[in-house]
């Protein structure tokens, strides 16, 4: 079956096109799309591009980072000031993915890949959309919550908070191939401190649900508290509360279930 590609200088004609045509599928990096095509994927009979400048573009402020879908993992990896994410950057395959694939893109990767995201989540990011009923920017939450009816909106930027010092964001990925292999469990946890005591814990899990979710439990368990043995076992106990992961080719749902705990423990710890 051809597939036809359009390329637009604009993403707002880009996001028209896409939003225009149930087909039609948008290419930053190609990693997933041009993975489903070469698969055989015959739902794509136009692909759709955009060449707008403003979908690679990186504004940071003290508090908060800017990115746009199209800023590559490599990109990440080469600013200085988007440190906190070059673990998360880093995870992502091998350097050939990491040179083409995107941080728009890696928010429709399907499980056992979307690390990136599980880090976004973890951040509270907002995701910018624009569609045919124009741009609005939705929680990440929601928007994976309804990823699969997104397929019609293009990404525009991610935005989500700059943790307040180096302890504060922690990353972690489970694999059986590093750095490249999908991923076993995905975790990050955001821990802000106010007053010697965690204040807004976000604790998120990939490879644990149909997509990325909060481990909300263990956020409850770790709220209000210092980051002690104490809080860290109550955050591990309940770790797996709420999730519903799938049995694969790299572990079955008990055994992802099992870990969970483990590896959150050793997240919270500062162990490797």
Sequence with gaps: ???????????????????????????GGGTLVMRALNEGD??????????????????????RVTIGAGVTFARILAERELAFLHAPARSIGGPAVRNMGTVGGNLFAPNP???????LLALDATVSVQGGLGARDMPIE???????????????TVSCQ????????????????????????????????????????????GSMA????????AERALEGRSLDDSAINAAAAVAAEGVSPADNAL??????????????????????
């Design 113 to 119: 890949y979307g690390d990136f995201t599980v880090a």
């Design 142 to 156: 929601e928007f994976l919550q309804s990823r699969e009816r997104q397929s019609g909106a293009l990404v525009l």
């Design 251 to 272: 572990g079955s749902a008990w055994y992802r279930r099992e870990i969970v705990g483990v590896h959150l423990r050793r997240l919270l710890s500062g162990l490797e």
């Design 210 to 217: 149909a997509t990325q979710v909060r481990a909300r439990a």
């Design 1 to 27: 079956m051809p597939v036809t590609v359009k390329t637009f200088a604009n993403f707002g004609e880009a996001a028209s096109a896409l939003s225009s045509d149930r087909s039609a599928r948008y290419l």
């Design 162 to 205: 700059r943790p307040a010092s180096p302890d504060a964001f922690r990353y972690r990925k489970i694999a059986r191939i590093k750095p490249k292999g999908g991923s076993v469990i995905t975790l990050a946890a955001h821990l802000p401190v106010s007053g010697g005591r965690i204040s807004g814990a976000r604790i998120a899990l």
């Design 42 to 63: 015959i739902s794509i009979s136009t692909v759709v591009r955009a060449t707008d400048q403003a979908l690679a573009r990186i504004d940071v402020a003290s508090s």
